[in-house]
């Protein structure tokens, strides 16, 4: 079955599906996006996506395409073209095309495209048992990592770096130490004291709709929990590392740079919010590991 994409109002083939050269997508990165999570045929987290994305836009004084109960019906629309049961739909908005010329244009009409392909979050579950490893990398994004834009060459870069290392993850690293987050995902670590520590929600970081979701489960499951910046050195020191996002919902991390975490092997502490988290995701959509 081919794929189909959305493209501002029409459902086409993926090799057929194209914007206008002069998109400022395609030309300045002026745009926003979302994936959200697809499983046993239902969004996760779909509210909480919708909600971001709006935010983005407006942060950007990009117009909205449509409605949040227009896009809520697109997206199915697109889920159900593609018959995906576990997967990954993607949303992205633009300015929309105009004349080349940096400022706003005055009469663009927002680009709008949706595109949606199966995964495999058993694989997730596999990395549980055995963790990941991360790289540290120079934090080289702009300011404005709490808008979701399309603008992720640094993110490329970074996540590039980590292939070539053979981690799953690189972890932007500030001047003075701090992890920010990572290329794609939320960083997090668990204190010797058992306190779960991830960055505050700032201008600085993008706050992950999986990272929103965790710190709930985590408060709810009495666990303590900081939202507070940590270095490189303290997740040396730290009991457990491991990191979150929509497409790599919590996974242990066991090696930083080369370095063990802990004792090497997926943490107690890790396993428990796994556990909770693979509860809340079979309460939304009914999906089992
Ligand atoms: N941080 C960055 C820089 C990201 O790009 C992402 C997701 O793409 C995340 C964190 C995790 O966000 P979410 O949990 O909403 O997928």
Not at 161 to 187: C, I
């Amino acid at each position: 079955m081919s794929r189909l994409a959305y493209v501002n109002g029409r459902l086409v083939p993926l090799a057929d599906a194209t914007v206008h050269i002069e998109d400022r997508g395609f030309q300045f990165a002026d745009g926003v996006y979302e994936v959200a999570a697809v499983l046993n045929g239902r969004m996760l987290d779909w509210p909480q996506h919708v909600a971001r994305l709006g935010r983005s836009l407006r942060e950007l004084s990009i117009a909205a395409p449509m409605s949040d109960a227009a896009l809520s019906i697109v997206a199915r629309r697109v889920l159900a073209a593609n018959r995906i049961r576990d997967g990954l739909l993607y949303v992205q908005a633009t300015r929309g095309a105009a004349r080349r010329d940096h400022p706003f244009p005055a009469d663009a009409v927002p680009t709008l495209v949706m595109t949606a392909r199966p995964f495999d979050f058993r694989v997730r579950v596999a990395q549980q048992k055995t963790g990941i490893s991360v790289i540290t990398h120079p934090e080289i994004r702009w300011q404005r990592r709490d808008i979701k834009s399309i603008a992720l060459l640094p993110n490329v870069l970074a996540k590039q770096s980590a292939r070539e290392a053979k981690a799953f993850e690189a972890w932007f690293v500030d001047p003075d130490g701090t992890v920010t987050e990572g290329s794609s995902t939320n960083a997090w670590i668990v204190r010797k004291d058992g306190t779960i520590v991830t960055y505050p929600a700032s201008e600085n970081i993008l706050h992950g709709v999986m990272r929103g979701t965790l710190l709930a489960l985590a408060r709810e499951h009495q666990f303590r929990v900081e939202e507070a910046p940590f270095t490189t050195a303290d997740a040396l020191d730290a009991a457990e590392a491991f990191l979150t996002s929509t497409t790599a919902p919590c996974l242990p991390i066991v090696s930083i740079d080369g370095n063990r975490i802990g004792d090497g092997t997926p943490g107690p502490v890790t396993a428990r919010l796994a556990e909770a988290l693979w509860t809340e995701v079979e309460r939304q959509t009914g999906w089992r590991r």
